[in-house]
Structures are given as structure tokens and as C-alpha cells.
């Protein structure tokens, strides 16, 4: 077991060390130089040339990139160019936000993805298999910004029930759980949970029914018990591979969130990355990629240990 | 005469094969059926959408802007810029439809190129390979797409660049598995045995068992990168305007959800009901193929 888990750790230092690499690429695969965004279009090639060696842009690639590295490591992401203000700054406020559109959103389709794979794996090939199972490829292809825009024009502009955009009242962008803020979490999180929703539903459906098809479930019932009983041995077969997905999907969320966010206003990393590409705000946006892709590498790798101590069975590498 | 009796017996024996056997269970599948006229119909749009179209997708008209559906002359209604949203759709099939389908089929080739190569030749090219594509799945793929379009800069090339690269990662992972899978059989190890060289045996017995699968896996992202790419669009990545792109319309008439809310949502409604149409398109493949997930 702490062999593998080594083994699992290890493994994910290449990878993120990779990933860092990429993300100090992005700035230097956009067409011209990192300066052409913060110089006037007229500066002398003097001043470009003092602005590029005060920046560390002439020098060699691998050393800009250690260079780099080291201040990663200690939380400095550099400087926004559209606020001024340190990309660090402006990523804690927005992460805090995005995560509880993503944590609710995942546990909300989690429950209903759930719901619908277990009564289509129940009932296979029945008639609710096949509701349960056509709602949840609806899920998987639904364009998820147009259904937040659907959710707005019903809810907010024909219904005026719930507000549209923003995360609070007066678009303020600290979060607190009262109902004037959950107001607004509402659309943006049921619009995200579609997502986990359709994919959890396939997958517990597929589980269900290959529990449902073993032979120690022919015993049990041959035992005499009740479908209640059966339920709960299916439940716990089922369990780890569900939430082991459900650990993904969160994932999968709070890196992609930004559709989402765009479109409800939402004041997370999504929308800061929205921003940042809009305003073509190169340290904004490889320091809000670079973070939600260490969030992603970092809870793949919980997900994979915490699955391995549920199930020894399980050990992914 | 002995070798043309049995020349004849040999044909009549002849077993109908295996494609034939997908096409009829294919057939067979209502929803997958529908689903594949419904995408027959969108490409044939998008082709012929000069003859299909009323008007001019482009002309615009100060005084027509953001008619309602139903509209004399504008049957779905106008845009924020007066233009016919009918002839904007039917047009807009041409862009969303290559954006989302061309990453898929170009990442198809280059995917499997790789992960046939990491899976047939294994040991150290297979880690230099595959850890390098590990790499580009630690990244959500929105994101991944996202980022390297919104560094490159919007336009078509850059959109279908990084999205390009967003699905050669899951294809080359699908392919290096199937192809080890396949290189442990019997008949690859006998062919090896008999003196047959690497690029033979893949082209004669790994491709034909490895193609299959990771076709249908490459279908089934095709309703992924539909949606990612109308999304680049949709965040003003990708397809710049006034070209009709459903993403982009999208993105253009959000303002317009006060006035004319369904007007606004119908360029979604048609990511939809295409990307919905993939899905569906790939499971009946899935199943006829009789190929698990």
C-alpha cells in the first residue's frame, strides 16, 4: 500500500513539472512578444530593448523558465497588466468563488446522476432505463453556456424569480451563505451540474447493471432476501468507481469553468480567465491556467489514493 | 476444372462479413437511424446552404434588428444586426461543423499514429511518448483548449490548432491500449516469428484490430468538440465576426435576451440538436460494432 502510494506521488511530479512547462509556453506561443501588450506601438527600439532585458526576455529559454519556476514556487505569478495588481492576489478572491460553484454543482449531479444510473441500471431495458438513459445523454451533450442562457431567459427575464448575473447583491464578489447570495448561485450551479450529471449517470448505470449480472447477487437472492438488501450490497460495489468519478468531474469543473462563468458573471478564475484572454492580460492568464491545472493534477491524485484505500483492489498507475 | 469447382465452392460458402453484419445491426437501431439522418440533413445544409438559404446571411438592416420569430420575411426572426437568422443558421452549419468536426479527424490520424507506434514498439519510446501525452491530460480539456487558443489569439486556424491538440491526447491514450493489447496475441507473435517486419504486422494484423475501436472513440468526441469549439466562438476565440458561426451568434445576441429571448437562444438550440445527433450516431455505431466503452 505506501508503495504504491509512492509510487502514485511520484509519478505526479514529472507530470506537474511538465505541466509548468507548458503554462510558461503559453505566454511564448502568442504571436509576438510578451511586451507588444504593455509597450506603445511607437517605443523607440531602445526602450523595447531595456524593457526586454528588465523583464529577462533576452535571455536563453530554460533560464527564463528556472527563473520562472522559482517565483511560481514562492506565490509570485508576476503582474496583472490590465489592474496592476499581483496575479496571486487576483486568483485567491476569484478560487474561493469558483469553488463553491463547483463543489455544489458536482454534488448536486452527483445525486441526480446517481438517481437516474441507478433506476436505468435497476430496470435494465426497460422503458425508465431508457428516459433515465436518454436524459443523461442529454446531459453529456448539451452545450452547457446555452442551457445557462435558456435557465436566464426563463428564470430570470420571463419569470424574474432569480437574479442573472453576479455572485451577490451589488455585484459584490465576497461570498457569504445567506439567501441573498444563494439566490445567485442557483442558475450558474444547476447549469454546471448537467455536466457531472450525465456522465455519473452513465457510468453508475453501466456499474449497476454488472453487479446486478454477477453471481452473488443470483445468491443472495437465491438466499431469500429482499431487494432492499440487494440494493444495499449493489451500493457499496458501486460506490468507490461513482465517487472516484464524482472526485474527476469536481475537477473537471473547476478547470472548465469559465463558459459558465462568463456567462452568469459568475467572479471566479473562469471569469478572470475570460477577461484576461479579452484584454489579452498574458500573466493573468497563465497564472489562472497554470493554477487550475495543478488543481486538477492534485485531485487526480486524491481521488486515485483515497479510491486505492477504499478498494486495495483498485491501483491505478 | 478441379480448381474452378472448388473456386465456386469457396464463394458460395462465403460468410456476408463483418462490416455487413454492423451495417445490418446499424439498421436495425431506430434511435441511431434517425440520429444519422438528422446529420446526413445538417451536412447537406451546410453544403448546399447558398441554394437552401433565403437571404444573404450578412446583409444587415438598421430597421429589422431583432425581429421576433414568425416575422413576415424573417420566418426565425432577425438579429442584432437585422440579418435574417434563418439564412445565419443554415450558413452557420458551414464553420460550426468544420471547427468541431476537423479537430477530430486530423487529432484521429495523428492520435493513433502515435499511440499504435508507443503501443507497438513499447519500452522506452512508449514511456518517452505516452508520459509526454500524460502531460496534456493533466489538463481539463476546456481548459487546455482555452488556454492555447487564447494565447495564439482568436481566428478559425488558431481554434482548430488548439483543439486539435486538446484531442490527440485521448485518442493516442485509446490507441497505445488497444494496440498493446493486440501485440500480446498469438498470431502478431507468430507473424514476428516468421520474419514479417514491424510495419507489415501493423499494417496487416494490428491495424485491422486496432482501427475499430478507436474510431468509434474518436465519433464519440466529435459532439465534445463541437461544443468546445462553438465555445471558443461563444467567448470571442475562434470565428470572428460577421462570418455566421452558431457559437458566435450566440455570443452576439446574448445582449439581446431582454428583447428577444428565443430569437437569442435558437444558434444554441442548434448546437444542440447536432452535437445531441453525434452522440447518439457514435453509441449506435458503439453497439453495432459491439465494442465496450
Redesign the interface.
Known sequence: MLKYLAARILYTL???F??S???FM??H???GDPLTSILPPDASAQLQQEMRALYGFDRPLPVQYGIWLLKVLQGDFGTSIATGRPVATELGRALGNTFILAVVATLIGFLLGSLFGFVAGYFRDSWIDKVASFIS??G????????G??L??IFS??LNWLPATGAGPGGSGDWAWDWAHIRHLILPAITMSVIPMGIVARTVR?LVADILSQEFVSGLRAKGLMDVGVFRHVVKNAAPTALAVMGLQL??L???S??IE??FSWPGTGFL??Q???Q?D?PL?QGA?LV??MV??VL?LLVDIVQSLIDPRVQRT | MTAVSIEKLATVEKSPGYWAGVARRFSRDPVAMIALVVVVGLILMAIFAPLVAPSDPYRTSMLRRLRPIGTEGFPLGADELGRDMLSRLIYGARLSLLMGVTPVVIAFFIGSAIGITAGYVGGRLNTALMRTIDVFFAFPSVLLAIALSGALGAGIFNGLLSLTVVFIPPIARIAESVTTAVRRIEYVEAARASGASAFTIVRVHVLGNVIGPIFVYATGLISVSLILASGLSFLGLGVKPPEPEWGLMLNTLRNAIYVQPWVAALPGLMIFITSISFNLLSDGLRSAMDIKA
Open positions: 514529472p507530470v506537474a511538465g505541466v512547462v507548458v503554462c503559453l505566454v506561443i502568442a504571436p445523454i442529454i453529456v451533450s448539451v452545450p452547457h453556456y446555452w442551457l442562457m435558456v436566464v431567459i427575464v420571463q453501466a475537477g473537471y473547476l478547470g472548465g469559465i463558459l462568463t456567462v480567465l475570460g484576461a484572454i479579452f489579452r498574458l492568464l491556467i487550475l491545472a486538477f493534477v487526480n
